[in-house]
């Protein structure tokens, strides 16, 4: 089987749903497992709908009404009729989540956020699906929830590989086309969870893993993998072959083109992904696979913004030694900081991360206690990986350096 997987900026609009067909009578839709993320910036959207529901119930019917609205206008600009059974299909889903709202009682954020933002690929993969039936590609809506199993540790959760496995290769038929939700999982108890931001990519993996699927596409608004993202870098150029290894090399620097779980299952596999075009479905885009190395070997830039600088020494100007430095990390992981750069000399210790869950305030105090604390705020982080002297002034010039480490191909350049 192959593996499809169509993000939200390709199912941005009711264009973005009729392209997916475009690209289907292109390549083919035999044996295919599509997986479907939320249209658009519906997440976002959905993201607003939970912190009003949590923190300010006045606002919840408008926020929910902008959903339905933008989904509405979709459907309008897709089916011809409003008497189609995708009208039910959708009214059903908000009733699902009305009910959610008027009956849950768990004050829990990262709950609640798992039981609601799943209705943007709830939603998106419903009207995918009865738009392909239409357009002659029938298809089997399929509920990811009942196949991909995890713990539950909302809004980042873990796969429970074997049980996935095991309803992976119970539910699917390998010669129907399938529609399914990227993103989402379900617990034991049969609540669903998430994989984290952008995990529609992962999904795709996990499925590609279960099914020792022949590859994974997933179909982006760029021509694959560039040495920079497009939208920060000005004259990027395309990758147009990748190992696994500088792959996850990339994505784990922070290259948000391709989530960074997505590659070890496929690796483990050797199952090629390739990162193609929506618009231009025919090019051959960016293969991940096994070969070595990258081509063209050309420097890759990565930035990662709004991250913070902490550097630290003893309050009586002793070493910072290991005891320091495994409190120090005790306090980072019980604050949920994703740690990027460390670099230690003989008094100080600094750390770059990502305050991702808000916690800085919460860590300075403890911090402050027992250091002497210097912090920078929303500096960035540069990364280069096959990094030349030409590479590197380019990217210093105009920036204040506040922290710079090497490591064999890769250089880390914290700026402000
Ligand atoms: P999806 O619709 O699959 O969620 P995303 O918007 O998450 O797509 O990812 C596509 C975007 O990733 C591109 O528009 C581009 O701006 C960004 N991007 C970041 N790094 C890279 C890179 N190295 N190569 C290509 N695109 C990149
Ligand atoms: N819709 C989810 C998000 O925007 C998952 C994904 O798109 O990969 O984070
Ligand atoms: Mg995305």
Redesign the pocket.
Known sequence: MRVF?F????VKDAGGVKNVIEVLRKVGSDNTLIVV?AMGKMTNAFERVIDVYLNDKLNLQDEIENVKTFHRNVLLELFESSQHAVFGAISELFEELDVFFKTNKSPDYSFVYDQVIGYGELLSTAIISFYLNEKGFKNNWLDVRACVKTDNYYRGANVDWEATQELVSKSIDPDTLYITQGFLGSDKNNFTTTLGR?G??YTAAIFAYCLNAESVT?W???P????????IFEN?QLLHAISYTEAIE?AFYG???IHPKTLQPLQQKEIPLYVKSFLNPEDPGTTVNKAKGISPKIP?FILKQNQVLLSLSTLDFSYVVEENISEIFNLLASHKMKVDVIQNSAISFSVCFDDAYNNLEKLLLHLKAKFKVTCHQDVSLYTIRHYDDLSIKALEKDKIVLLKQLFQETIQIVTK
Do not use: F, Q, W
Request: overall charge negative.
């Open positions: 997987k993000g939200g900026a390709s993320s952008e529609s990519d997933i982006k608004d760029v694959g993998v560039l040495n920079g993202d497009p939208r990027t990339l290259a948000s083109v890759c």
